[in-house]
Structure formats: structure tokens, C-alpha cells
């Protein structure tokens, strides 16, 4: 065993799913969990950037990472969904999502990437959207989300540059988990093709592969669950 792996929103589906496997493969040394439901040193709350800062220094003092997962996400809330139209359109929603989806993980990598080992390939990975391609939207709608997720998609890719001048084996990519069986996809599921409604543990393990695969060359773009790349 070597290194730690990290996993921000180990409170959600993914996230927890994330825990148990990699304890399972048992291939780190130490295995960070932090969320924003968690309390004392496990709290992480993608809003606090101080909250993010404490965790990154907690992780700085023990193995370094070589694994960095952001599994978090918004889409809906008890009153917000997402927007069909631009006459649904909401400041104060927009704002949400752009600060859960895009800028806090941004704030993650600001304290965690820095912490990557200067040798060797370690992974900074956040859970993305294929609805976040502008080149692969043909419908519209669903704003907020699309927007926040091309936005983190772009800040990925900038920091992929910027990580590799530190060490350019080191690899920052975006992750497309499909449709899984999760609170933020419950309204939608009846559209899902069959097949197609993933459990946690099985996205888990399937984007656990991709990481496996990835090269250093790979570094700033978005892969699907399939291991597919998808188009900005």
C-alpha cells in the first residue's frame, strides 16, 4: 500500500460507494473521507473555502495523495429543478449550482493539487456530466446545470495545464458516472433506457476502471463511465 486516496462528498451514493471499494482493493495506505454532512475533521463544505483549506492541511500530514475524487453534484433541491426554459431561469439557483458544481470543486483542486507527489501519476478526478458538452447539447434546456458543469469542465482543463508543471505525469480529468441510482437522479429515472440506471457500487467500480486506465496524456479532458471520451 501506498499513498492516500481522497474522497470529497463520501456522504452521497457515489461517494460512499467510493469508500467501500477502495477499502476493498485496500491498494492506499490511508483513506481520506471528507463531506459536508460529516462534522469535526471530517467536515468539508464545497461553500466554506476554510472548511476545504483545513481538510487539504489535515491530508498534507499524512501519506501523500495519489488518488483525489470530488464525487458531488447538484442538480435539483426541495424547490428548485432543473430549467426547462429560460422564463424558469433564477439568479439565486443559478448561482447555487455554479458554486457546487464548478466553484467549489475549482477550490479543491486550489488546496488539494498542491499536495499531489512531484513523481509518479496521481489522479485528480471530479465527477462531471455529459450534459455539460456544449457540443453534444441538441435539446437546451436544463440551464443552470449544463452551464455549471461546461464551466468545471473548462476549469479542469486549465488546472490539468497548470498541475503538469509541477509533474507531467500528474493526470486532472472529469468523470461522467451515466445515470445512477442516487437522490439527485430519482425524478428523472422513467426516462433512463433500461441497462442504463447504474447502482453506486457498480458506478463506482466502473469509473474506478477508467481511472485505472488513464495516461498522463489523458490529463484534462472528461471520460465517460465506458471509459469514451466526450467532446467539450
Request: glycine fraction near 12%; charged fraction near 20%; proline fraction near 6%.
Amino acid at each position: 500500500m501506498t499513498g492516500s486516496a481522497v474522497i470529497i462528498g463520501a456522504s452521497g451514493g457515489i461517494g460512499r460507494a467510493f469508500v467501500a471499494a477502495l477499502e476493498e482493493e485496500g491498494a492506499f495506505a490511508k483513506i481520506w473521507q471528507f463531506a459536508r454532512s460529516f462534522g469535526g475533521d471530517r467536515h468539508l463544505d464545497l461553500g466554506d473555502e476554510a472548511s476545504i483549506a483545513a481538510a487539504a492541511q489535515r491530508v498534507a500530514s499524512g501519506p501523500a495523495p495519489m488518488l483525489v475524487i470530488v464525487a458531488t453534484g447538484i442538480l435539483h433541491d426541495d424547490v428548485h429543478g432543473p430549467e426547462r426554459a429560460l422564463k424558469d431561469l433564477d439568479a439565486g439557483w443559478l448561482a447555487r449550482q455554479f458554486a457546487v458544481n464548478a466553484i467549489g470543486p475549482a477550490l479543491v483542486a486550489k488546496h488539494f493539487l498542491p499536495l499531489l507527489p512531484r513523481d509518479g501519476a496521481p489522479v485528480f478526478a471530479a465527477l462531471s456530466a455529459r450534459i455539460g458538452s456544449i457540443s453534444d447539447n441538441g435539446m437546451g434546456g436544463w440551464y443552470g446545470y449544463r452551464a455549471s458543469k461546461a464551466a468545471l469542465n473548462m476549469l479542469i482543463r486549465s488546472a490539468a495545464i497548470e498541475a503538469k508543471r509541477a509533474n507531467n505525469r500528474s493526470i486532472v480529468v472529469g468523470l461522467h458516472p451515466g445515470t445512477v441510482d442516487t437522490p439527485l437522479s430519482e425524478p428523472f429515472q422513467a426516462n433512463v433506457a433500461p441497462g442504463k440506471l447504474f447502482e453506486p457500487d457498480r458506478a463506482a467500480l466502473q469509473l474506478l476502471d477508467v481511472i485505472d486506465g488513464l495516461k498522463p496524456q489523458d490529463s484534462g479532458r472528461l471520460f465517460a463511465w465506458d471509459g469514451e471520451e466526450i467532446a467539450p
